[in-house]
């Protein structure tokens, strides 16, 4: 915690639950009900921690990883978003983006018309090769709204690579988004169905790789960047407290569509800032497309002069 309010305890986050807990399903929920020992959770509270669950939560899993009593608080916080859904808060903002991906295949807004667009575009300015709906392929790949809206030189930077390694792949109409704002908000029928229309698209092509854009949340189980940079020949030079030990930019957990974040996010982007500084390199790189649009952000409000750059676009530029 580093702002300073023990309301910003990570476990405390999760005190309605316990609560809940205790009085409706535990082992002597008879007994606190009896006693009245620990009363019925009310939405006055429930709407006071929607800051705590959401707007000062990246769910990053520090906390998790920290914590000396082995508590996994942010699958906890994950679970505990699930109630909050069920319970109508979710911030609006947040459920907006989380629905418009339900109902159009992108939370921003990039439907299979405006990504055929892309594509047409991408491959005729910069003559490369970008498949798009292959009836079959050996590899299905997908990418992040943020990078087909806002950062398009990454869509380029990944075809070329996959076609110097020779890839056998394909895009798809019916399921190119790898984010999961279902995840962030707590619904468990869109963030299943984001999911599943992946998992259909490569069934439908009978691919046997998945390919994942530079999206956090969405980079799984692949190759570390690290290892990345330093075949690439790269000095590699770590953050203070860096790997699984690092500080989220502030911008994960959905954090970055919550305006009124925006304080929390920024608070937190200055120890981002200062781990940078620490390290002397000149260049930053990043392998997620919500934290480019963080430090974007942030590079503006605190007229910062850095620029984050693409691992993608950077392992691209040296093959070419």
Sequence with gaps: MTSGDPAHTPIWKLEPFKQAYKREAGPFAWFYRALNLKPAVTAAELREWQELLYDTCTMCGRCSMVCPMGIDIASLVGLARHAMYEAGMVPHELWAVAERAKREGSPLGATPKVLKE??????????????????????????????????????????????????????????????????????????????????????????????????????????????????????????????????????????????????????AFIIKMNQVEATGAEKLVSSCANCRLTFDDNQAHYKWDRKIESLLELVAASLY
């Design 118 to 267: 892309r594509v047409e575009w991408l491959a005729d300015e910069h003559e490369v090769e970008i498949p798009l709906d292959k009836p079959r392929a050996e590899a299905l790949v997908t990418l992040s709204s943020v990078e087909i809206m806002k950062y398009p030189a990454s869509m380029v930077a990944l075809a070329k690579i996959l076609s110097h390694a020779g890839v056998d792949r394909t895009l798809r109409s019916d399921g190119s988004e790898a984010t999961n704002f279902g995840l962030f908000s707590g619904n468990l029928e869109w963030q299943k169905d984001v999911s599943l229309r992946v998992i259909r698209a490569a069934i439908a092509c009978g691919a046997k790789t998945l390919v994942l854009p530079e999206c956090g949340h969405a980079y799984g189980a692949t190759q570390a960047p690290r290892e990345v940079l330093r075949a690439l020949g790269v000095e590699l030079r770590e953050m203070p407290q860096g790997g699984d030990a690092n500080w989220c930019c502030g911008g994960g957990g959905g954090v970055v569509t919550l305006h009124r974040a925006d304080e929390h996010r920024r608070r």
